[in-house]
């Protein structure tokens, strides 16, 4: 089902820029505006530039942070700077990185091109939703650069391991590329050029679908791409580099594979009583209550909530500041089941504990409506416990809302549903790093 090819990119030249954590960055849509200044100010050559350059007053349609993205591609591979692979390649890339709660993990996978595909063939599937204004500035990028910068990252179904085994070989070989960055995290990376390696991965890939873990953006701005050049260049070239999408790909059985949770953070609740929202709450939930008062005293806390989630019930963990008590809230499963049937919630997004959190602990029992869980003055979000725990005792926010990790079997069964999970639903982590590989576009050039 899947049709991926190797690809000719352009990647940093090593004997230019001796070490790649100076110029490598985290996907666009993670970076805060003082790390957006602090990469840019680091080095002249650092990847910011190209995927998410800094604006200025004077700023007009020929000359912008896109334009200037353009010209700055121009500029690095006449330099030298930017080198394009002499032959077509499936890059093998390896990560170490740790979690909050975990040692040191590794996540395997390989950057490749794969097929454009409308989502209505069933080839590759989403499972969260967009926003119209985050592609329009991606595409805007896309155009003026005719690249994909960062690749969207995906899943495939690989029980027996087989196409990361066909890629890695049978003798170890030293990664030519391999660098630590600042966060500790360990990067090794090989392009793979051998044609018999190569047609043994694509055929191993034929029959497997593609589910979009991070990147939905860029996966439907590269669509819109695609049907833009189409209509310029009649559309009939199967093979054109437009018709295909940088992707990394990992395997949905990897061990190193790690989804977090996103809690949710609220202020601006008023008076509401907690120990009365909570005594509301028994209808539908199994409410335990906890004595947390410093962040040293969640421990016991957040084994239950864990272990909820171990024994794969809805369980949410709920910090109230005012009372300075915590709970434990376990689904009633039919009750709660029944509930989200009359809101006409398909089965596959009731088993959710994020479903079960917005739609019936902050809508249902705690009465906050859509345009309030909207406004990001009421609400923030964090990955990390102890950082969601600090912060929901501090005076910033009144309550803090805890849940476990969407399960990959999950995010696989709302996807094979045509479903889409709410926003912030999943955290796959750690993002994949921006930098390492560029995938050229150009209109007459084909990928094969």
Same mark, same amino acid.
Not at 61 to 78: F, S
């Given at each position: 089902?899947?049709?991926?090819?190797?690809?000719?990119?352009?990647?940093?030249?090593?004997?230019?820029?001796?070490?790649?954590?100076?110029?490598?960055?985290?996907?666009?849509?993670?970076?805060?505006?003082?790390?957006?200044?602090?990469?840019?100010?680091?080095?002249?050559?650092?990847?910011?530039?190209?995927?998410?350059?800094?604006?200025?007053?004077?700023?007009?349609?020929?000359?912008?942070?896109?334009?200037?993205?353009?010209?700055?591609?121009?500029?690095?591979?006449?330099?030298?700077?930017?080198?394009?692979?002499?032959?077509?390649?499936?890059?093998?890339?390896?990560?170490?990185?740790?979690?909050?709660?975990?040692?040191?993990?590794?996540?395997?996978?390989?950057?490749? +091109? =794969?097929?454009? $595909?409308?989502?209505?063939?069933?080839? &590759?599937?989403?499972?969260? /939703? !967009?926003?119209? @204004?985050?592609?329009?500035?991606?595409?805007?990028?896309?155009?003026?650069?005719?690249?994909?910068?960062?690749?969207?990252?995906?899943?495939?179904?690989?029980?027996?391991?087989?196409?990361?085994? +066909? =890629?890695?070989? $049978?003798?170890?070989?030293?990664?030519? &590329?391999?660098?630590?960055? /600042? !966060?500790?995290? @360990?990067?090794?990376?090989?392009?793979?050029?051998?044609?018999?390696?190569?047609?043994?991965?694509?055929?191993?890939?034929?029959?497997?679908?593609?589910?979009?873990?991070?990147?939905?953006?860029?996966?439907?701005?590269?669509?819109?791409?695609?049907?833009?050049?189409?209509?310029?260049?009649?559309?009939?070239?199967?093979?054109?580099?437009?018709?295909?999408?940088?992707?990394?790909?990992?395997?949905?059985?990897?061990?190193?594979?790690?989804?977090?949770?996103?809690?949710?953070?609220?202020?601006?609740?008023?008076?509401?009583?907690?120990?009365?929202?909570?005594?509301?709450?028994?209808?539908?939930?199994?409410?335990?209550?906890?004595?947390?008062?410093?962040?040293?005293?969640?421990?016991?806390?957040?084994?239950?909530?864990?272990?909820?989630?171990?024994?794969?019930?809805?369980?949410?963990?709920?910090?109230?500041?005012?009372?300075?008590?915590?709970?434990?809230?376990?689904?009633?499963?039919?009750?709660?089941?029944?509930?989200?049937?009359?809101?006409?919630?398909?089965?596959?997004?009731?088993?959710?504990?994020?479903?079960?959190?917005?739609?019936?602990?902050?809508?249902?029992?705690?009465?906050?409506?859509?345009?309030?869980?909207?406004?990001?003055?009421?609400?923030?979000?964090?990955?990390?416990?102890?950082?969601?725990?600090?912060?929901?005792?501090?005076?910033?926010?009144?309550?803090?809302?805890?849940?476990?990790?969407?399960?990959?079997?999950?995010?696989?069964?709302?996807?094979?549903?045509?479903?889409?999970?709410?926003?912030?639903?999943?955290?796959?982590?750690?993002?994949?790093?921006?930098?390492?590989?560029?995938?050229?576009?150009?209109?007459?050039?084909?990928?094969?």
């Amino acid at each position: 089902m899947a049709a991926i090819a190797p690809f000719r990119g352009f990647c940093y030249n090593l004997e230019e820029v001796h070490d790649l954590a100076r110029v490598t960055i985290p996907p666009y849509d993670v970076i805060s505006s003082d790390e957006q200044r602090a990469f840019h100010d680091g080095n002249p050559y650092n990847f910011i530039r190209l995927e998410l350059g800094l604006t200025t007053p004077e700023d007009s349609a020929q000359n912008n942070p896109h334009t200037r993205a353009a010209a700055w591609i121009k500029q690095w591979t006449q330099q030298g700077i930017l080198v394009r692979s002499p032959q077509p390649s499936i890059y093998r890339y390896e990560l170490d990185y740790k979690t909050e709660s975990e040692p040191v993990k590794t996540r395997r996978g390989f950057i490749c +091109a =794969l097929r454009l $595909e409308d989502f209505s063939s069933g080839r &590759v599937r989403p499972h969260e /939703k !967009t926003f119209q @204004a985050a592609k329009d500035e991606r595409l805007g990028l896309m155009v003026a650069c005719n690249a994909n910068l960062s690749p969207v990252f995906a899943l495939y179904p690989d029980s027996g391991e087989q196409v990361y085994g +066909a =890629l890695s070989g $049978e003798a170890p070989v030293a990664p030519p &590329v391999s660098f630590t960055d /600042k !966060t500790g995290m @360990a990067h090794r990376f090989w392009p793979v050029t051998e044609r018999l390696i190569l047609d043994r991965v694509r055929e191993l890939m034929g029959d497997k679908p593609i589910f979009i873990a991070d990147g939905h953006h860029r996966y439907e701005t590269a669509l819109n791409y695609r049907n833009q050049l189409r209509k310029r260049y009649g559309g009939g070239n199967a093979n054109a580099s437009y018709e295909f999408i940088m992707v990394y790909l990992t395997d949905m059985n990897e061990p190193g594979l790690t989804i977090l949770p996103t809690h949710r953070l609220l202020g601006n609740l008023g008076d509401r009583d907690c120990e009365q929202v909570m005594e509301k709450a028994k209808d539908l939930f199994h409410v335990e209550r906890f004595q947390v008062q410093s962040g040293d005293r969640a421990v016991e806390w957040k084994k239950a909530i864990g272990a909820g989630g171990l024994r794969k019930e809805i369980t949410l963990g709920v910090y109230c500041r005012k009372a300075a008590c915590a709970y434990v809230l376990t689904a009633k499963k039919e009750e709660v089941s029944s509930l989200l049937a009359r809101k006409d919630i398909a089965p596959a997004l009731r088993t959710l504990d994020v479903v079960v959190l917005d739609q019936v602990l902050l809508r249902e029992i705690f009465g906050l409506s859509e345009q309030f869980l909207a406004d990001e003055r009421n609400i923030s979000f964090m990955h990390d416990f102890s950082g969601a725990v600090e912060a929901a005792m501090s005076d910033r926010f009144d309550a803090g809302f805890f849940i476990n990790q969407t399960r990959i079997e999950q995010v696989r069964e709302v996807a094979d549903a045509g479903l889409i999970m709410p926003h912030k639903s999943t955290y796959f982590y750690p993002k994949v790093t921006s930098g390492l590989v560029i995938n050229p576009l150009y209109p007459n050039e084909e990928i094969v």
